[in-house]
């Protein structure tokens, strides 16, 4: 091939590159492209081999003909892939979204103040080897009230009205106290349980809610004695509230216990200087936190074991009222409705 012809298809090729060139818009198509031409098997390249068959003089004319061809192929890849960049970043200015700013972090939230209360006052418990036991909240006359020692006509049944169904038969439980009966008639001795739960009363007040938790506990054994349940209610004191702490028995009255007592432990919101002022306990420097007592031998009877043989302590608590005395809460609302300003405080 002559050398004007050489140069003339160079030039053409150099044209076509220029035209292909315009229609691209993506890095990829355009080394595909530049690869077309000048890749070792591409149309420039094929046509550098004729050049070695031209006659030695005219191949420097030739071979700068190529270096022309070959830079003006280079040097519009070059101004095509700048302008993809600019594009980009033109793009990327018009964005609305700002994905460069940090994302909404949502908070994992945390156990509600009462579910901590309960799950303290379990574990403290089982380090003394008590173990969870569990009753429903819908419970029958028997286990809440008439194995309890609450016979019919019983006046101490007028301090725990609550929702009664099917003819009085099923009720929403008062207390925690029928977990007692079911454990000790599917049970056998020795038995050592605390039984957490929701409970339900005709109450409300700024200490008192309709629906309320409590935490009863249980121990039956051969030869347990008073002072046993005096030794639980005093650790569990100084574990939960404060090791300074006392505790004292006041004599009182529950169907189920005898002696009863009523449990208070010593303010921890006064001292004894200005303990007038104290709205907690009231200027008495103890507060009330649990109804106990040996358990009546009738209640035994009542869940077939031998009260010859067997005796026991029971003792019931309400968890609003330790959260309360812990954390100086004065109104029992706080804990149900959901005000996120009370909640993340605990
Ligand atoms: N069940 C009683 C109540 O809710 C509290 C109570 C008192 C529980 C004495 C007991 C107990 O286990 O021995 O008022």
């Keep these: 091939m002559p050398a004007e012809e050489l140069i003339g298809k160079l030039d053409g090729l150099g044209s076509e590159f220029a035209q292909a060139l315009v229609s691209l818009s993506s890095e990829q198509d355009i080394r595909e492209l530049q690869a077309q031409f000048l890749g070792k098997k591409g149309r420039v390249s094929a046509l550098m081999r004729e050049m070695g068959k031209l006659p030695p003089d005219t191949r420097r004319v030739v071979g700068a003909a190529f270096n022309r061809v070959k830079d003006g192929i280079a040097g519009a890849v070059d101004g095509k892939l700048d302008e993809l960049v600019k594009v980009a970043e033109a793009a990327d200015l018009e964005r609305t979204i700002d ?126 004695r008073f002072s046993d349940l005096k030794g639980v209610l005093l650790h569990f004191v100084k574990r939960y509230f404060g090791e300074d702490l006392d505790i004292r028995f006041r004599p009182s009255f529950f169907p189920f216990v005898e002696p009863g007592a009523e449990v208070d432990m010593q303010c921890s919101f006064c001292t004894d200087s200005d303990s007038s002022k104290c709205r907690v306990c009231k200027g008495t420097t103890w507060v009330e936190i649990a109804g106990a007592g040996m358990v009546d031998p009738v209640v035994l009877t009542h869940c077939k074991i031998d009260p010859e043989r067997y005796t026991g302590f029971a003792f019931g608590m309400g968890l609003e009222r330790m959260a309360m005395l812990r954390y100086g809460v004065s109104d029992i609302k706080n804990f149900y409705e959901g005000d996120m300003r009370f909640l993340t405080q605990f």
């Design 99 to 224: 994905v460069s700013l940090p994302g909404r972090v949502r908070s994992a939230g945390h156990v509600h103040l009462l579910t901590q209360v309960r799950n303290e006052a379990v574990a403290i418990f089982g380090e003394l080897g008590f173990e969870v036991a569990e009753g429903p909240q819908i419970e029958n006359d028997f286990n809440n009230f008439e194995a309890l020692g609450f016979a019919k006509d019983h006046p101490a049944r007028d301090e725990q009205d609550t929702f009664f169904v099917d003819d009085g038969k099923l009720l929403l439980r008062t207390h925690t106290s029928p977990v007692q009966i079911r454990t000790m008639l599917s049970q056998e001795p020795p038995i050592k349980i605390v039984a957490p739960g929701a409970v339900y009363r005709r109450d409300d007040d700024p200490t008192h809610s309709p629906m309320f938790w409590q935490i009863e506990g249980l121990l039956i054994d051969e030869q347990v």
